[in-house]
């Protein structure tokens, strides 16, 4: 089994200046570590089974019971679905749901009572949510550009994240459906990918 320093890919430093209460300025040094062995959480990636942690594998272990939906799928859902519509992440008949860390960390930060919502939802093991630590995943993360605001960085990140799963989906897993919920940006409205290997 490999050891977890095998997988470390590189650590990135973040500095910053803070003024403080007293007026005084002092310079922040943070460590941000990329990973190489965070799985996509889906059964029947031949890459992420290999992984450490393959345990974590849960989207997609059967056909999907959803009437809406005749096919085996998969949902990843952006900030906006998140905060706006808890209600239907919550039926019963929605699961197969893919959070991205980024998604949770702007919902925990502008609106704390859906965040608890969300925390519930993901620990019904039945729903089968999957947190996807795109923020630590060496092929999914992305340094803020100068001048882009929080909101356009975390806008990216969701787009460079999804760009990833699609590519490695449809090179390791035969057909399955993912459909990309949004109601903030053209890029995601309505998409549906038909990932054939």
């Not at 959803?66 to 990843?76: E, G, V």
Request: proline letters at 2%; charged letters at 25%; aromatic letters at 10%.
């Amino acid at each position: 089994m490999a050891t977890l320093g095998e997988h470390l890919v590189s650590a990135k430093l973040k500095t910053f200046m803070r003024k403080t209460r007293s007026g005084t300025v002092v310079k922040i040094t943070r460590e941000h570590y990329l990973r190489s062995d965070l799985s996509c959480g889906i059964i029947g990636c031949s890459q992420c089974s290999s992984l450490p942690y393959n345990d974590e594998l849960i989207i997609g272990t059967d056909m999907n019971e959803c009437s809406l939906m005749s096919m085996n799928y998969c949902l990843i859902i952006d900030t906006n679905i998140a905060l706006h519509q808890l209600d239907l992440l919550e039926d019963e008949n929605i699961h197969d749901i893919i959070l991205l860390q980024t998604v949770i960390n702007e919902i925990k930060h502008r609106h704390p009572p859906a965040y608890k919502r969300i925390r519930d939802l993901y620990m019904i093991k039945d729903k089968r949510f999957f947190v996807f630590i795109n923020e630590h995943h060496s092929s999914t993360y992305s340094e803020r550009f100068i001048g882009e605001t929080s909101n356009d960085y975390n806008d990216r990140l969701i787009r460079i994240s999804l760009q990833w799963y699609v590519k490695h989906i449809k090179d390791r897993i035969g057909k399955i459906f993912y459909y990309i919920i949004s109601t903030s940006h053209l890029y995601f409205r309505n998409v549906k990918f038909n990932l054939e290997g």
